[in-house]
């Protein structure tokens, strides 16, 4: 049990739609990481929030985009989805830049 | 090539072997950490390591910074130990990059 927590856990949409999956923290955690993993592959970086700043982004187009909140929640948008969007989204969480990281369940996404 | 490689990508073992998952990576890091995910998604950070080797009930990592590896040790492996196990490193600021993760089924 990591104490982070996201929601929803399975999710299906079609092509073009929009989504928001959020994550919530450990109280504390002041840094927020959300990952994109594709099936029977590692997970891939999407981006970091460092208090509710953006604070690194991988290879990923605009249409992901995040927000963090001061609770110690966040949220990951897509916009525009494609069906190459269909897989387990994760975020990790950590209370000091760069330290530990605690994963969350992951929400499973599907794109028809 | 990917930055960061593991070996074997599956590997079925019996009951109470010994098992070693490798990890090799090509770029400079701060610290490399080694995760268990079970079916359904949910990852589990096992160590963080930065140098030499950290032992936990039954688990032991080592890594040798000079060359660029890392290795994950299971001593007398359970059923309980199937999972996938993924190793990743941590680059600039928080970012990890993951490998491909292991397959691991251990028969009872």
């Known amino acids: 049990e990591t104490g982070v927590t996201q929601s929803p856990t399975h999710l299906i949409k079609t092509r073009g739609q929009q989504v928001t999956l959020r994550c919530s923290s450990q109280s504390g955690h002041n840094t927020v990481s959300w990952y994109q993993q594709a099936l029977g592959q590692g997970p891939q970086f999407i981006f970091q929030y460092y208090r509710e700043e953006e604070n690194g982004r991988g290879n990923f187009p605009p249409r992901f985009s995040g927000l963090q909140f001061p609770n110690y929640s966040s949220e990951l948008n897509v916009n525009a989805l494609e069906l190459d969007d269909s897989a387990l989204y994760l975020c990790?969480?950590?209370?000091?830049?760069?330290?530990?990281?605690?994963f969350g369940p992951g929400t499973r996404l599907t794109v028809l | 090539k990917n930055e960061v490689e593991q070996s074997p990508q599956n590997l079925t073992a019996q009951e109470g072997e010994f098992i070693t998952i490798n990890c090799s990576y090509s770029v400079g890091i701060s610290a490399l950490h080694w995760l268990q995910q079970h079916p359904g998604g949910g990852i589990v950070s096992l160590f963080m390591?930065?140098?030499g080797k950290k032992k936990h009930g039954r688990l032991i990592a080592t890594i040798n910074i000079q060359e660029k590896h890392s290795s994950l040790h299971i001593t007398a492996s359970h059923p309980r130990d199937s999972a996938v196990y993924i190793c990743a490193v941590k680059t600039s600021g928080s970012r990890l990059t993951f490998g491909e993760g292991t397959q691991l089924t251990v028969n009872p």
């Open positions: 390591l930065s140098s």
């Open positions: 990790a969480s950590s209370f000091v830049k760069g330290e530990a990281q605690y």
